[in-house]
Structure formats: structure tokens, C-alpha cells
């Protein structure tokens, strides 16, 4: 994952459009969980889009990595 110039955790270019914002306090980037998987559909159909984020995006955990917002 690229890191943005004050040193946050960003996804790749294609997900530029999901960040939600930063939260506050840790500075750590937000992706909408929707989006994302909106941006997988284009190239999966829904059930492997929803393991590709669950096993490939979400599941990437640490200090500074980003938060996912499921508004649903």
C-alpha cells in the first residue's frame, strides 16, 4: 500500500474515489466498504468481490493501516 505525503497507509489509485476521509485522532485513513466493492465489481462478480475485500483489503490489519466504514 502507497503511503500519501504526511506518511498515511492509502489503498492503490483505483480506490482513490472510496476514501472517506481521516480519522482524527490517528490520522489513519477511511474507506467506504461499499465503494470498494463497487470498484471489485467491475471486475468480479459480487460473492468473489466480498472475499476479495474480507481476505485481501480488510483482513490487512496493523498500526496506521486503513479503517473500513460499512454504512449499511
Known sequence: MPFNEDGVLLL???????????????????YSKDKIIEVLLKNMNYEEALEHFYYNICG???EGFPIYLETE
Open 12 to 30: 492503490p489509485g483505483e480506490f482513490k474515489e472510496c476514501l472517506m476521509g481521516f480519522e482524527v485522532h490517528s490520522n489513519v485513513a477511511i
Open 60 to 62: 490487512s490489519r496493523g
